[in-house]
């Protein structure tokens, strides 16, 4: 795992970053929660979720949006956000120029900039989104959604009721052969506290799932 900076659109972004032991290996890339409420790369689901694909043999980056940690500049109420991580893909994909395709997996409000970033980008071919509260931020941009993915949700989630995600997500068209499924962890809250593991089970069970089927979507272009 290295340390890397890598210029974004407000000043130098900082993140970390680990290269796959394979050749043509696909990428992901992590997305942190809120950063005015202490989310940071280091959050401790962005961690777990960035080497769970690490283990799974991807190219892997997780980075700071802009006025956290090292990374310059300052909260931009999600649009700036979505910029870094723009910015953050282009730079993962220039690291891994032969990289057959793209996931990228969010936590709360990464959630919501990750969905928000595979509409803009074809070669993502899958997601993972962790608490993506409907009632906070406005999914409507999903229209069609052009990737399978899995949103997780705690049943004890007192920001956001996980019906209320469900139905949304259930109301969400998606392109032709596409599905977004929707998984409730019992007992679990927002931050899944105490409730980490069954997370990291249920996202781990998806990935494999979805890598023994042939990748969606478009790949990378020379």
């Known amino acids: 795992m290295a340390e890397i900076i890598f210029p974004g659109p407000e000043g130098r972004i900082e993140g970390h970053y680990r290269k796959a032991r394979e050749d043509n290996a696909p990428v992901a890339l992590i997305l942190h929660p809120h950063p005015q409420f202490g989310g940071t790369m280091n959050d401790k689901i962005t961690y777990e979720m960035y080497h769970m694909f690490a283990r799974r043999g991807f190219a892997v980056m997780r980075f700071n949006f802009r006025g956290v940690g090292k990374s310059e500049g300052e909260y931009d109420q999600g649009q700036g956000e979505l910029s870094d991580a723009a910015t953050a893909l282009d730079y993962l994909q220039q690291l891994n120029p032969t990289a057959p395709f793209a996931w990228v997996a969010g936590f709360s409000f990464g959630s919501y900039v990750g969905m928000q970033l595979l509409m803009r980008r074809p070669e993502i071919v899958g997601f ?95």
Do not use: W
């Open 128 to 222: 993972i989104s962790i608490s993506a509260a409907a009632n906070l931020y406005d999914f409507s941009f999903l229209a069609p959604c052009p990737s399978s993915g899995l949103v997780i949700h705690g049943e004890q989630d007192k920001i956001c009721p996980p019906q209320l995600t469900k139905d949304v997500m259930a109301k969400t068209r998606t392109q032709k052969g596409r599905r977004i499924e929707f998984e409730v962890i019992p007992g679990a809250d927002h931050f899944f506290s105490q409730h980490q593991e069954a997370l990291m089970e249920t996202a781990e069970r998806y990935l494999d799932r979805r890598l023994e089927e042939p990748p969606e979507g478009r790949l990378f272009e020379d």
